[in-house]
């Protein structure tokens, strides 16, 4: 009966395409990937309007529905469990294992370092011009936060959100610090700066509307503003801190969901639970407890390039439910922890009779309020989640959890420290206080990811050999002198073509003269070892001999 089980269930895998028998490319010498060109000239879609509503209901119910009644889904996560079949990968990765730049992602400060300036600087800094008046354009009451649409003196137009009372500095900071961690990371994001401004540069335009309580609007009065004024804390020098974020150039189009396509894009050819920037945005998520990620903060452009080419550019918004801000108001202890709605724990909670206690459920005190409620007692990197479920986040695998945390250990605790600072916390301690939890969270992120995948990357050859960088010692958090690689040569069909060899891991070289010969592809096997611990799963590094000691290297596979 088992056999027949295993049977029926391998060939309902491959019924459902499901299995992991579709043969490897083979190997090549071509100019690798670097560049998705998404960028091709399409017709202005249709605006994808909001509903934040329904994107709650569809993600927490819907889809998870749909997920479990789709045969091909339902038949690769059984696999996935029972050891018989691999976890899809994302699409968009190359050779390298790497996501190339496109109108989703740019790859910036992993494998570009950016300097204390270029992290300050982030997309650039909004700051609307003060020789005038600011024009109230219109009201922006949707969302968490209350704000204006401005125009300034030079007619640029600029958004600005502002602190709930009780909660100076919450959000602003928070949204300000999340813009330039994820701009830094490679993602598109706006223009946000903190900007301190007397309110009496503030006049209604004749184009501001509010809610007229029926579902209309009507014009903006005096009596609107001073309402909105009230609820904002008044600095010690009578001016008002707020976030300004400049309007994205181009036409608003809506927003993008995280599974599925958009119809109307040509360019739109990768399902977006399949991005691994989407997937992996999880561990980055995870570390600055990036909880409202979901659609409704997503906004896409149909923009016009230096070349001429319009097209459709991928943004995230509204990064003020960061860290410990919710926006006005604190993070519950909840968030990050669990999903608003999650069955699991609720069936946990109901058969347990009460017995079952909940990590978060006897929150810590809140050491500043400017901060909300942040604290690492209760993170666990692989069990973060957002506060609804995320369809890409649910899609990230070892491999995709890994290039997200290689992401986040490549800020030092002095890149750390300068984000930070862009939040312009009035209280010196708070932002010490964010950094040390930032930098505590960081480590355990890569702690657990690195622990997943063999954490070899930024490999290099030259006539000496195989060079690559260990980043669990690079980031402190493995020691070099308790670490040894052991290495195997390989043939372009697998086959080992010696013993393994140990090398030290204060002395990261491969030697790859022996046993080569010119205008042939080899694979060198890495594992890693820490002190009595096991081996690591293997990375393969894959390249091909141009001549006695020139080498290129090909292809990048890491088990996960």
């Known amino acids: 009966m088992a056999r027949f089980i295993r049977y029926s269930f391998g060939f309902l895998l491959v019924l459902c395409g499901c299995g992991s028998m579709v043969p490897q490319s083979g190997l090549t010498t071509k100019p690798i990937k670097w560049v998705d060109f998404d960028y091709h000239s399409v017709p202005e879609p249709e605006e994808i309007k909001e509903n934040q509503i329904w994107d709650i209901v569809d993600h927490t119910f819907f889809y998870q529905v749909s997920k479990v009644l789709d045969l091909g889904w339902s038949a690769r ?3 996935n469990l029972v050891g018989m079949v691999d976890e899809r990968q994302a699409d968009n990765v190359n050779v390298l294992d790497e996501v190339p730049q496109s109108s989703w992602y740019t790859n910036r400060h992993f494998l570009n370092r950016f300097t204390a300036q270029e992290l300050l600087m982030g997309p650039g800094i909004a700051l609307p011009d003060t020789t005038g008046v600011w024009e109230i354009y219109a009201g922006k009451f949707e969302g968490g936060t209350a704000g204006f649409t401005i125009k300034d003196a030079k007619g640029e137009l600029y958004l600005l959100k502002f602190d709930s009372r009780g909660n100076n500095e919450m959000g602003s900071a928070a949204e300000v610090i999340a813009t330039k961690i994820l701009y830094a990371a490679g993602y598109h994001v706006p223009q946000n700066s903190i900007v301190y401004f007397d309110p009496k540069i503030l006049v209604i335009g004749e184009r501001a509307r509010v809610p007229d309580g029926a579902g209309g609007k009507r014009p903006m009065k005096e009596d609107d503003l001073r309402a909105i004024l009230q609820g904002i804390t008044v600095q010690p020098n009578g001016l008002l801190r707020c976030v300004v974020s400049k309007f994205l150039t181009g036409v608003p189009v809506g927003i993008f969901n995280y599974h599925g396509v958009r119809d109307d894009d040509p360019n739109d050819r990768v399902r977006h639970q399949h991005r691994r920037e989407l997937r992996a945005l999880r561990v980055i998520g995870s570390w600055m407890n990036d909880a409202d990620r979901r659609a409704a903060n997503t906004l896409d452009m149909y923009v016009t390039d230096e070349y001429g080419r319009k ?26 922890n669990e999903y608003v709605w999650d069955p699991g724990n609720v069936a946990k909670s109901i058969l347990a009779g009460g017995f079952f206690k909940k990590p978060w459920e006897n929150p810590l005190p809140m050491a500043y309020a400017e901060l909300g409620y942040f604290e690492n007692e209760t993170f666990r990197a692989h069990k973060w989640v957002p506060t609804y479920p995320n369809p890409a986040f649910e899609r990230c695998t070892g491999r995709d959890g890994y290039w997200g945390a ?47 995948v063999n954490p070899l990357d930024r490999f290099w050859v030259d006539r000496e050999g195989l060079h690559f960088e260990d980043l669990a ?15 195997i040569l390989m043939d372009a069909k697998g086959n080992g073509l010696h013993k393994p060899k140990m090398t030290s891991g204060e002395n990261p070289q491969i030697h790859l003269s022996d046993f080569t010969q010119v205008k042939q592809y080899y694979g060198v096997r890495l594992r890693t070892k820490r002190g009595s611990g096991a081996w690591s799963l293997p990375t393969i590094v894959y390249f091909y001999v141009w001549a006695p000691g020139q080498y290129q290297i090909v292809r990048i596979e890491r088990a996960d």
């Open 77 to 79: 996560r059984l696999g």
């Open 473 to 487: 010692i690079s980031g402190n958090l493995e020691r070099a002198s308790e670490t040894v690689y052991e290495s």
């Open 311 to 336: 097209y459709v550019k991928h943004y995230l918004i509204d990064m003020g439910s960061t860290f410990g801000s919710n926006n006005l108001m604190p993070h519950l202890p909840k968030y990050g």
């Open 406 to 452: 290689k992401i986040v250990m490549s800020f030092t605790d002095e890149d750390i420290a300068t984000c930070v600072s862009a939040g312009q916390y009035s209280n010196p301690d708070a932002a010490k206080e964010l950094t040390r939890l930032l930098i505590e969270r960081r480590d355990m992120i890569g702690k657990y990811w690195f622990g997943r």
